[in-house]
């Protein structure tokens, strides 16, 4: 039987990262972080059964996060329930408000490390979920969170789209109960939530 080639994903020593300047949970300063990760000289490729339990290194992950204002003019989310098929199964049943994944080398060809990026981001995004609206796109922070066994392998760059219209719908099936749902209510239901959701929506939200 022929083998499956095991995915290799970007990642980056955590000590570069340290290097920058370790924090916990979120941060703004994308100057220091983003152009310094991106363009670092000790990214590369690993597989990532040894990743996920490797904190030696963070892999890079885009997360992207869809609001839409109604026409009351209340600010709302998209979130979802994270069902057992999703490739982390550690975050199985967890609710989220972000979409995203790891950075591969199906990506790798695109150019410099930021179009790997990019183009990396944008693969995830029309892998998991239908955008049918106009939206605006900007990156807003980062994401780390070295309290949780899933967290201190990942560091996440933060993604906030604002959407015309609510028309979000998921590609994949373990893409669960999902919908637009306002952020004053999720913000009163956070226990439910994968630990990034919970920094996000408290950070650029609470």
Same mark, same amino acid.
């Given at each position: 039987?022929?083998?499956?080639?095991?995915?290799?994903?970007?990642?980056?020593?955590?000590?570069?990262?340290?290097?920058?300047?370790?924090? #916990?949970?979120?941060?703004?300063?994308?100057?220091?972080?983003?152009?310094? !990760?991106?363009?670092?000289? #000790?990214?590369?490729? +690993?597989? +990532?059964?040894?990743?996920?339990? /490797?904190?030696?290194?963070? #892999? !890079?992950?885009?997360?992207?996060?869809?609001?839409?204002?109604?026409?009351?003019?209340?600010?709302?989310?998209? #979130?979802?329930?994270?069902?057992?098929?999703?490739?982390?199964? +550690?975050?199985?049943?967890?609710?989220?408000?972000?979409?995203?994944?790891?950075?591969?080398?199906?990506?790798?060809?695109?150019?410099?490390?930021?179009?790997?990026?990019?183009?990396?981001?944008? +693969?995830? !995004?029309?892998?998991?979920?239908?955008?049918?609206?106009?939206?605006?796109?900007?990156?807003?922070? !980062?994401?780390? /969170?070295?309290?949780?066994?899933?967290?201190?392998?990942?560091?996440?760059?933060?993604?906030?789209?604002?959407?015309?219209?609510?028309?979000?719908?998921?590609?994949?099936?373990?893409?669960?109960?999902?919908?637009?749902?306002?952020?004053?209510?999720?913000?009163?239901?956070?226990? /439910?939530?994968?630990?990034?959701?919970?920094?996000?929506?408290?950070?650029?939200?609470?």
């Amino acid at each position: 039987m022929p083998t499956v080639a095991e995915e290799r994903v970007l990642v980056l020593p955590t000590s570069e990262f340290h290097t920058l300047g370790h924090f #916990q949970g979120f941060s703004r300063d994308l100057s220091t972080y983003l152009p310094a !990760l991106l363009e670092s000289q #000790q990214l590369s490729y +690993r597989p +990532r059964s040894e990743m996920e339990q /490797d904190p030696s290194f963070k #892999q !890079l992950i885009p997360y992207m996060v869809f609001r839409h204002t109604d026409a009351d003019g209340i600010p709302c989310l998209f #979130q979802y329930t994270r069902g057992g098929g999703q490739g982390e199964k +550690r975050l199985h049943a967890k609710r989220s408000v972000g979409i995203g994944g790891h950075i591969s080398t199906d990506d790798a060809d695109a150019g410099t490390i930021a179009d790997v990026y990019r183009v990396g981001m944008q +693969r995830e !995004l029309a892998e998991e979920v239908a955008l049918e609206t106009a939206y605006t796109e900007e990156c807003v922070g !980062l994401i780390n /969170d070295d309290e949780t066994p899933v967290g201190e392998v990942h560091l996440g760059v933060v993604h906030l789209f604002d959407l015309a219209e609510p028309l979000v719908s998921p590609r994949e099936a373990e893409i669960l109960n999902a919908g637009f749902r306002p952020i004053c209510e999720l913000l009163n239901e956070l226990d /439910d939530f994968e630990s990034w959701s919970q920094i996000v929506v408290r950070a650029l939200f609470g």
